[in-house]
């Protein structure tokens, strides 16, 4: 069970995640996640200067809460391709599971413009970096792996982005668990498996 958020900033980031549930990113008003959070207006314009601010905020929120369940999904001692699949696994588990959370993050931050796509992108270089640094990692423990640079671990993780975004879009959010096997094999082609 999650603990109550204890901040103003964290309810509110909270409180827009339930109202996502229940409605159309574009048909929340700021009376709504405010009466969710259970805090003033001026509450929220302490930490948000609009909702789409709010929004971008609970996608880095969200980026965040993927990783830890990546990194809890797999041991250290899991040879490259198990941890492919855990990973991925945990990775399209944890969108599968939060289906208007990840419509909201995925199409709405696309329709905010530079805004959103800067936000896009901050996510993408947390994957890439962190997809970069177990290939580091696996080859200075032996394993017979092609490093990665940057570059086409940004390509890797915006195609199975692009992936996901297609189900989404075709309102396929059920059956994301059924990309895992594409994007194993697109994470292993790049390091030459």
């Given amino acids: 069970m999650n603990k109550p958020a204890t901040d103003h900033k964290e309810r509110l980031l909270n409180a827009l995640t339930a109202c996502l549930k229940n409605k159309l990113y574009r048909d929340i008003t700021l009376a709504d996640i405010t009466r969710a959070a259970q805090v003033s207006r001026r509450s929220f314009y302490q930490h948000f200067e609009n909702k789409d601010a709010c929004l ?9 809460k993927i990783m830890a369940c990546i990194m809890s999904a797999y041991s250290p001692a899991d040879d490259w391709p198990s941890l ?24 709405e931050t696309a329709a905010m413009g530079h805004k959103g796509l800067a936000a896009r992108r901050k996510v993408a270089e947390l994957f890439a970096q962190f997809l ?29 982005n692009e992936l996901i975004l297609y189900e989404l879009m075709d ?12 994007a194993e094999k697109l994470i292993n082609r790049m390091v030459g498996l």
């Fill in 56 to 64: 971008l905020a609970l996608s880095s929120d969200t980026s965040l």
């Fill in 84 to 107: 492919t699949a855990k990973v991925t696994h945990a990775y399209l588990s944890f969108i599968q599971e939060h289906p208007a959370l990840m419509n909201a993050l995925y199409l």
């Fill in 132 to 160: 970069c640094q177990q290939v580091s990692v696996r080859i200075n423990v032996g394993e017979k792996i092609q490093a990665i640079d940057h570059a086409s671990a940004i390509a890797v993780i915006a195609g199975i």
């Fill in 171 to 182: 309102g396929n959010s059920a059956s994301l668990i059924q990309l895992s096997d594409t």
